[in-house]
Structure formats: C-alpha cells, structure tokens
C-alpha cells in the first residue's frame, strides 16, 4: 500500500472511529448524504445498515437501547452503541408500525420490536436557508411514539405565531442544560426545526428556524415562535408550515405540518389559544 493509500485509510479509520466514539442524542445520526441504504436485524437483535457515501460502501452495527427514558437529571437518556466497518445481515420482516415522516427503510424485528432509517435535512441556515446535509437517523422503538403537537395564533401586528408541546408517553420532552444559542448539551434536549413554504424567503420550503423546546412551566416539553423580521430578514410566514424534531432517545423523529392561518385575526380563535398557551405556564411562550 503507498503512501497516500495509506493517508486515505487513516482517515477514513479516524472518520468510522469518530462516529463511534460520538455520544448519539437522538435516533442516531449514523451517516450523511448516503445511498443506497439497507437494514436487516440479526438473531441477536442487533440491527446491521449498509450504505454507499463517498465512493465507498460503509457498513455498521448498531445495539444497546431502545425506545426513550423521562427526562432526568441523574440518568443519561438511552443512546445506541456502534460499531462501524462491520459487515452482517439478518432479517427484516415486513413494518406494520405507525406512518413515519422522512421514511428510507423501516423493519419488524423477531423479537416484535421495530427498527427505521429516516434521512432529513436537519441542518440548514436559519431565514431562509435549503441547503444542508441529508442526515441517515437510526431509531429503535416499540409502542408509541412522541407526539409533536402545534397551533397557530397571532402576535402582535398580525405577526404569525405558533407555539406547541414534544410529549412522550405523556411526558414533557426537554433537557437540562443548552447553548445560549438554544443547541441543546445534553441527551434529553431537542430543537424543533420549522420550515415555511413559499414565503418571502422564496418558493418552496426554506428553513425558517429552530426553537428549543422549554424545561419550565407546568406542562414541560413546550416551544414557540413568531415570524418576526430577524436581524434584517423578511417576515419568514408562508403559505404553509411543517416542523421536525428528532425522537427522544432512540425513538423516531416525528413531523407536524399545517396550512398557513392566515392574515385576517379571528379573535375567538385568538382568545382559545391565548388561554391555551398561558395555561401552560412557560413565561417564553406568550402573546
């Protein structure tokens, strides 16, 4: 093996060993802008995912947690143990599971379990923005799945408005500690990613931004956001909305969509969600 050939596998070995070694907060991210993706579940409940990225076919083995654990300040949420350039096979019966958004390959397990690869577009600029990598999310999961619920209202000036809750199994999904920018730090927090369709920023869906969801207040789990100008950018509302937030643990990311409420202020609409939300008692979220 030359040199270079040598540097090349070097890099892909730190790459594989860096996925690894990487704490995964959510259905684990396990590659980006792949193709050609495959999951099979072994007899020993391990789940196995092939696919080609780069010019070249990676393959991993995943195990070790499934479906989410309650918010908690002692006990770390339940993440996935990978291993990468491990090559395996197994089974994957035929998903009769609950509809998933952004869906690549979903599977039934033997063990009655359910396995899925759903690829989105997690990352992109805040005001606007439609480029970002395609993220592979690995989820695990039986029973049920979070519930992303979300309403719309007015702000002040016929600003459009929308506030809502991540729940799972009842509970309120939050985390404990975040960036000042809101990026949660630890494996309970989630941001909830909220694209606007042909809207100032252009046609079609652009980004329009992300809001963590809040550990205060009553009800737990809950988040909002007004299509206010930001910092020089147009007015983000559109003509219809759709948010995605990564499942808790290692559960699967779960989508909301709904059209635009539009401009005309109804004010016994208006009254019920103003109470809604300021029942909830998270001193953000209010208008």
Known sequence: MGHQQRTIAFVLALLAAAFAATPAFASAIVGRNVTGATLAIDSQGRAHVGY???GRRVTLVAWGAVNARTPSRAVPQVTFQLRYGVAGGGVCLPYDGPALAWLVEACKAPDGTYW??????????????????????????????AQLVIFQNWAPRGVRHIFGRLTYLGQGVHGFSSTPSGDPLDGYGRNIYVDTFDSAYGQGWHRANSVLTHGRGRTLGDFCYAFYRYGGH?????TKYRATVEGPGVTPDVMWGANDIGRRLNRTLQSRMQSLERSWGDPKCRV
Request: aromatic letters at 10%; hydrophobic letters at 30%; a positive charge.
């Open 52 to 54: 080609s990225a780069g």
């Open 116 to 145: 899925a690869l759903q690829s989105w577009q997690r990352l992109k600029p805040n005001y606007g923005g439609t480029e970002g990598p395609w993220e592979l999310h690995l989820s695990h999961w039986s029973g049920l799945l």
């Open 234 to 238: 147009p007015r983000g509302n559109g």
